[in-house]
């Protein structure tokens, strides 16, 4: 095996696939390592929401972002496909974000006069739509284009397709060190050897903040831990995924339904707590009352990497090109990976990237705010 590569990328989960695989297009030498499985960790926890209009309330750069990249899932659908005859699991029914409240419902109908795409839809035409939601609702706003995807096949596709086009994934070989060897080498130190590689991408979620102090860096990332729960009915029907302040319902076509998901800041425990699953349950019993008649599969939690200003890290060190970095996504990991992917590789490639996505995701944008050193 080869031990040196033109790209490094630390972190085997959806971001560092997604990178890998549009570097490998390239005819780029790849090498990825994972400290433990590729995927196994926030990537696995994630329902594979693509929430753009969801999760994100104003129309600044991190929105156009986000719409970019969901919109590329619909290209990568049948371009995955082909290469590893894997099926990502796109499903495109939309989503129904719930108002319980006569407010809500007015702050709901506000947004539909900035987005021509959405439509406010009343409680009658949402039953008419979705028997199973409760009738205690005021309405929903209609978004066709958040969708979901399978994070598990998502990533088995990248990986797949990536290492047929030549890169290299090695798991359980979480990097210790990266070392500058010359002026355009770095050696990344792992139980498993040293790799040598010329430019290093820092792509490992919450882990990322030792790397950003070991390359001088005064960058934070804080755990956030996500809990969820899996269930499953013959009885309860759902097309579309139901939203309500940052909780869902994922409909699998299955019989499944993915509920989620908890937010614990600074919490590095990746099991899910009672109180955690049963707040959930109590959220979200509301608005489809049938899901508390439904089978418990099961429980786990994961580890959102946040920033400080909760949007991803997507640009190069600020003292050297060759190393940059790819963390920070937060809750829309999977929603980014498509766009983060293409970003990284056009910084590699030096090709042409629009401005206001370097500013919005540069690596030094908070450090003019903070001067701390991380302890």
């Given at each position: 095996?080869?031990?040196?590569?033109?790209?490094?990328?630390?972190?085997?989960?959806?971001?560092?696939?997604?990178?890998?695989?549009?570097?490998?297009?390239?005819?780029?030498?790849?090498?990825?390592?994972?400290?433990?499985?590729?995927?196994?960790?926030?990537?696995?926890?994630?329902?594979?929401?693509?929430?753009?209009?969801?999760?994100?309330?104003?129309?600044?750069?991190?929105?156009?972002?986000?719409?970019?990249?969901?919109?590329?899932?619909?290209?990568?659908?049948?371009?995955?496909?082909?290469?590893?005859?894997?099926?990502?699991?796109?499903?495109?029914?939309?989503?129904?974000?719930?108002?319980?409240?006569?407010?809500?419902?007015?702050?709901?109908?506000?947004?539909?006069?900035?987005?021509?795409?959405?439509?406010?839809?009343?409680?009658?035409?949402?039953?008419?739509?979705?028997?199973?939601v409760s009738s205690e609702i005021e309405g929903a706003l209609h978004i066709p284009?958040?969708?979901?995807?399978?994070?598990?096949?998502?990533?088995?596709?990248?990986?797949?397709?990536?290492?047929?086009?030549?890169?290299?994934?090695?798991?359980?070989?979480?990097?210790?060190?990266?070392?500058?060897?010359?002026?355009?080498?770095?050696?990344?130190?792992?139980?498993?050897?040293?790799?040598?590689?010329?430019?290093?991408?820092?792509?490992?979620?919450?882990?990322?903040?030792?790397?950003?102090?070991?390359?001088?860096?005064?960058?934070?990332?804080?755990?956030?831990?996500?809990?969820?729960?899996?269930?499953?009915?013959?009885?309860?029907?759902?097309?579309?995924?139901?939203?309500?302040?940052?909780?869902?319902?994922?409909?699998?076509?299955?019989?499944?339904?993915?509920?989620?998901?908890?937010?614990?800041?600074?919490?590095?425990?990746?099991?899910?707590?009672?109180?955690?699953?049963?707040?959930?349950?109590?959220?979200?019993?509301?608005?489809?009352?049938?899901?508390?008649?439904?089978?418990?599969?099961?429980?786990?939690?994961?580890?959102?990497?946040?920033?400080?200003?909760?949007?991803?890290?997507?640009?190069?060190?600020?003292?050297?090109?060759?190393?940059?970095?790819?963390?920070?996504?937060?809750?829309?990991?999977?929603?980014?990976?498509?766009?983060?992917?293409?970003?990284?590789?056009?910084?590699?490639?030096?090709?042409?990237?629009?401005?206001?996505?370097?500013?919005?995701?540069?690596?030094?944008?908070?450090?003019?705010?903070?001067?701390?050193?991380?302890?």
């Amino acid at each position: 095996m080869s031990k040196h590569y033109d790209v490094g990328i630390v972190g085997g989960g959806i971001i560092g696939q997604s990178i890998a695989y549009q570097l490998a297009k390239e005819g780029i030498s790849v090498l990825v390592l994972d400290r433990h499985k590729g995927g196994s960790g926030a990537t696995s926890a994630a329902a594979g929401m693509l929430g753009a209009n969801s999760e994100l309330e104003q129309n600044d750069a991190f929105f156009q972002f986000a719409k970019e990249s969901q919109r590329q899932y619909h290209l990568l659908q049948d371009e995955l496909s082909n290469f590893s005859q894997i099926h990502i699991q796109l499903v495109d029914k939309g989503m129904y974000k719930v108002a319980l409240s006569q407010e809500e419902a007015i702050a709901l109908k506000n947004a539909v006069q900035h987005h021509e795409t959405l439509e406010w839809h009343t409680r009658e035409t949402v039953l008419n739509h979705e028997p199973s939601v409760s009738s205690e609702i005021e309405g929903a706003l209609h978004i066709p284009e958040d969708g979901h995807v399978s994070p598990k096949h998502v990533c088995e596709a990248f990986t797949k397709s990536a290492s047929l086009l030549g890169a290299t994934f090695i798991e359980n070989a979480p990097v210790q060190s990266i070392k500058k060897a010359s002026v355009n080498d770095y050696i990344l130190s792992t139980p498993q050897g040293d790799f040598t590689c010329n430019k290093v991408v820092i792509a490992n979620g919450v882990w990322s903040g030792y790397f950003f102090k070991q390359l001088g860096l005064p960058n934070r990332m804080k755990p956030v831990k996500g809990e969820c729960l899996a269930v499953k009915s013959n009885t309860l029907h759902l097309e579309k995924t139901i939203f309500y302040d940052h909780c869902y319902i994922v409909p699998k076509g299955d019989g499944r339904f993915v509920v989620g998901a908890t937010m614990v800041e600074d919490d590095w425990s990746t099991t899910p707590s009672l109180g955690g699953i049963h707040a959930l349950i109590e959220k979200v019993s509301p608005l489809v009352p049938g899901i508390s008649s439904a089978q418990l599969i099961s429980t786990w939690a994961g580890l959102r990497p946040q920033s400080e200003d909760g949007k991803p890290y997507i640009g190069v060190h600020p003292e050297d090109d060759n190393i940059l970095f790819a963390t920070g996504h937060y809750r829309n990991g999977i929603l980014l990976a498509p766009k983060t992917g293409t970003m990284i590789r056009d910084f590699i490639l030096k090709k042409k990237i629009d401005e206001n996505y370097v500013r919005a995701f540069s690596v030094t944008r908070n450090l003019a705010q903070s001067n701390e050193v991380i302890v």
